[in-house]
């Protein structure tokens, strides 16, 4: 059974860069599949932030780009979500999920997300 | 960008009734690269459907979806008490991949 773990300093100062890990249990992340950030403003609905696949290959939403870093750790079958200059606006719940169909693709499963907050 | 457009916002049923949902797209969606996800309050989501109609191992078959190029429909036949919750549908034709912004199903 494939699950995800989210993992990361659940405070972060204005302008500083947002760290996540996410751990992959039960599959490979080198087995295939891209693998993917998402998260959830309080109260609020889905942005797709980004995704991955194993060889490094990253796809990033657009407006988001200029700040996002998605890398890859096979040995320790995780993956990586850094954010820079962050602002309120990036308060959110951040999940973690494996990528189907492309790597934009449908996500399942999902990890339990992890509530990251920006604030001084 | 693809816009999904989610109605209604809210719907207000029982148990035993049968919920329509609606998930309208700002361009057509070749080869119906559409999902479905659950969210409960306090956990993630959870897949449903994908490809419009195809269900996700392990979803009950009072769940299904329907439809093609700019208009889907996820339908639960009889609203089983865990099915309240809220709904998103995402497109994944295009980049960026985007999310409908969600419809609740409340008891009434």
């Known amino acids: 059974q494939v699950q995800l773990q989210e993992s990361g300093p659940g405070l972060v100062k204005p302008s500083e860069t947002l760290s996540l890990t996410c751990t992959v249990s039960?599959?490979?992340?080198?087995?295939?599949?891209?693998w993917g950030w998402i998260r959830q403003p309080p109260g609020k609905g889905l942005e797709w932030i980004g995704s991955?696949?194993?060889?490094?290959?990253?796809y990033y939403k657009p407006s988001l780009k200029s700040r996002v870093t998605i890398s890859v750790d096979k040995s320790k079958n995780q993956f990586s979500l850094k954010l820079s200059s962050v602002t309120a606006a990036d308060t959110a719940v951040y999940y973690c999920?494996?990528?189907?169909?492309?790597?934009?693709?449908?996500?399942?499963?999902w990890g339990q997300g992890t509530l990251v907050t920006v604030s001084s | 960008e693809i816009v999904l457009t989610q109605s209604p916002g809210t719907l207000s049923l029982s148990p035993g009734e049968r919920a329509t949902l609606s998930c309208r797209a700002s361009?057509?969606?070749?080869?119906?690269?559409l999902a479905w996800y659950q969210q409960k309050p306090g956990q993630a989501p959870g897949l449903l459907i994908y490809?419009?109609?195809s269900r996700a191992t392990g979803i009950p078959d009072r769940f299904s979806g329907s439809g093609s190029g700019t208009d889907f429909t996820l339908t639960i036949s009889r609203l089983e008490p865990e099915d309240f919750a809220v709904y998103y549908c995402?497109?994944?034709?295009?980049?960026?991949?985007?999310f409908g912004q969600g419809t609740k199903v409340e008891i009434k």
């Open positions: 039960g599959y490979s992340i080198s087995g295939g599949y891209y």
């Open positions: 995402q497109q994944y034709v295009s980049s960026p991949q985007t």
């Open positions: 991955i696949y194993y060889s490094g290959n990253t």
């Open positions: 999920a494996r990528l189907s169909g492309g790597p934009g693709g449908w996500c399942s499963p």
């Open positions: 490809g419009a109609s």
């Open positions: 361009q057509s969606l070749s080869n119906n690269f």
